[in-house]
């Protein structure tokens, strides 16, 4: 193949077209927020608290709408074997985003907070909020590092440029607005972005559907002509494995700092539920096309197109059935927009996971936890040096593609399994403390990792009932690989192990300090008995350092572009959730 300046051409106009709208953004709001006093990091991580309705919507959809989204939608509807049934991201994470409007997005941004870790630090200590920041990190990193990945195989396939340097290219137009614009650059970006994902796509699907080679996908939905029915089953010894796995999307889609930074950075809590609500919608719409495509792939004879006899499946190359559907069904002009639309997915996530590590270590572990004093440009600037260096980690990451997505679903995981059950625990357990903390990260790292990873080759330590060994054969190796199938849900198994364990210790912990079984010499990590101590991060101590803003009663500037505004008041939010806010005064006195 030889490369298409046409496509070439298209893409360096879609990613002008992005650079210049980040770059607008950050100058349209370069000061906003500075005359009520904000503080310049916090304006690059949260956009000042004063995201409209209408980027909110665009930015809090593209939470999850990103290159893995869409094409791994695509994947599983196609793959024979899984189809529709087993595609359970768009419903996994409107689901998730629906649970985070209705029990997270209040409690989370009455309180003020800046970022995911902010009340772990602030009930459990700096120490733990640092273990808590590593499947934080690595979950962010490796989804942009996997996501970018993506998109070089895509501009592969369509335009046959080399894949290193597509993926280069992307990473830097992405880290370069991200510096220069924060969150505001992100969520004016994600606006141009999902627009062009779902207008790419869209336009894509009507001719792939009228090309001879393709069959009418209502027959091919439930009858087997070129491979299985696209709709899919799941077999009744399957049913668990498919309840753990849209567990892990549902409930982990939540303790994302990409989905709290957009909670954080809406002008209230209730108009934080609104937009996640909204998401949730969106989430469903965009994911359309993509199963579209996905049973357009599963319902061709490959035979009568210039890709070959031999289907992508018999290939290998089944996870990238979308430009591969748009490469050989559709004109070339047609495939162009699809490319921009995978290219806009892309960015739209690496963009916003980017920021949030930054955000993560640049508060909670740069100034929370060594540097309490470091003034706001030093957070600033801390900030900027990292946007960049885990931006290039992600880089080099997903130029390493044999590992990317492995490293991701483990990632994932550890997300699901220890930062959700510590997350219920801060927000609606009273009495929790560091010590179950401890405890219930432990728990959910054993029993997770004791699961093994297959997509790492991580062999397992924990053989759950049910478990057998797979043999899988790489069609274009014949090489034959053997992997151990756990069909337990180990995985949600682990999270609910790491909640249980969280405050079974935390009220053993209190019990034995406070009844004087166990000395308070003992409570070295000043969680029970020293509550007052240097190390204990409680509400007075941060707001008198002025790390943490927990001004709760403060007003929001009122919104001039939304006529209902006055509706989403701070105020209102917090007389509804400060009864059960574990950091009211009773709380802190137990």
Not at 142 to 161: C, E, Q, R, Y
Not at 419 to 447: D, E, H, M, W
């Amino acid at each position: 193949m030889a490369i298409h300046v046409e496509g070439v051409a298209a893409i360096v106009i879609f990613y002008l077209l992005i650079l210049f709208v980040g770059i607008w953004a950050a100058w349209k709001n370069k000061n906003s927020g500075v005359e009520e006093g904000a503080d310049r990091s916090e304006i690059i991580m949260v956009g000042g608290r004063d995201i409209g309705l209408f980027v909110g919507a665009f930015t809090m959809t593209a939470t999850w709408v990103g290159g893995g989204y869409i094409n791994g939608t695509a994947e599983y509807v196609y793959l024979p074997g899984y189809g529709l049934a087993w595609a359970q991201a768009p419903f996994g994470y409107a689901m998730s985003l629906v649970l985070g409007g209705l029990f997270f997005a209040k409690p989370m941004r009455s309180r003020g907070y800046v970022t995911m870790l902010d009340p772990f630090q602030q009930l459990y200590g700096k120490r733990m909020g640092g273990l808590l920041f590593i499947p934080a990190l690595m979950g962010e990193i490796f989804w942009s590092a996997a996501i970018l990945s993506a998109l070089g195989a895509t501009l592969s396939v369509i335009v046959d440029i080399d894949i290193n340097m597509s993926v280069v290219i992307s990473a830097l137009i992405a880290i370069f607005y991200t510096l220069v614009g924060g969150m505001y650059s992100v969520a004016y970006t994600d606006v141009v972005q999902l627009f062009c994902i779902f207008v790419g796509l869209w336009i894509s699907v009507p001719f792939a559907l009228s090309n001879p080679a393709v069959s009418d996908i209502g027959v091919t939905a439930v009858k087997e002509l070129y491979q299985d029915p696209w709709l899919g089953q799941i077999e009744s010894t399957d049913k668990w494995m498919w309840a753990d796995n849209f567990c892990l999307l549902m409930l982990g889609g939540i303790p994302w700092q990409v989905y709290f930074q957009r909670v954080l950075s809406a002008s209230s809590a209730t108009y934080a539920q609104v937009l996640s609500f909204l998401a949730a919608f969106g989430c469903i719409v965009m994911a359309v096309p993509s199963v579209l495509i996905g049973a357009i792939g599963a319902s061709t004879d490959w035979n009568q197109t210039s890709y070959g006899p031999i289907p992508p499946m018999k290939k290998d190359e089944s996870e990238m059935i979308l430009p591969i559907v748009l490469q050989y069904l559709c004109p070339p002009y047609v495939s162009f927009f699809g490319l921009g639309a995978v290219s806009a997915a892309v960015m739209s996530s690496a963009d916003s996971s980017i920021l949030s590590a930054s955000s993560m270590f640049a508060r909670n572990i740069y100034q929370l936890a060594f540097r309490q004093s470091a003034s706001d440009s030093e957070i600033v600037w801390v900030m900027r040096i990292t946007i960049f260096v885990f931006g290039a980690l992600a880089t080099a990451m997903a130029l390493l593609t044999g590992t990317v997505y492995g490293l991701w679903y483990l990632s994932s995981d550890l997300v699901y399994v220890i930062i959700f059950p510590q997350l219920l625990s801060v927000l609606f357990v009273r009495g929790t403390n560091t010590y179950g903390s401890v405890a219930g990260y432990i728990f959910g790292l054993i029993l997770r990792i004791g699961g093994g990873e297959p997509y790492l080759k991580l062999p397992p330590f924990i053989y759950y009932p049910g478990w057998y060994i797979k043999e899988l054969v790489h069609h274009t190796t014949q090489e034959v690989e053997h992997l151990v199938v756990q069909k337990f849900p180990f995985k949600t198994m682990a999270m609910l192990a790491s909640f249980l364990g969280n405050v079974a210790f935390s009220y053993l912990f209190k019990y034995l300090f406070e009844s004087g079984t166990l000395s308070a010499k003992y409570d070295f990590l000043d969680a029970v008995v020293a509550r007052h101590s240097a190390e204990i991060m409680d509400r007075t101590t941060l707001v008198n350092r002025n790390i943490i803003g927990l001004n709760e009663m403060a007003p929001v500037r009122p919104r001039l572009s939304v006529t209902l505004a006055s509706t989403f008041t701070r105020k209102e939010t917090l007389t509804e959730e400060d009864e059960s806010s574990p950091e009211s005064p009773s709380h802190e006195n137990e």
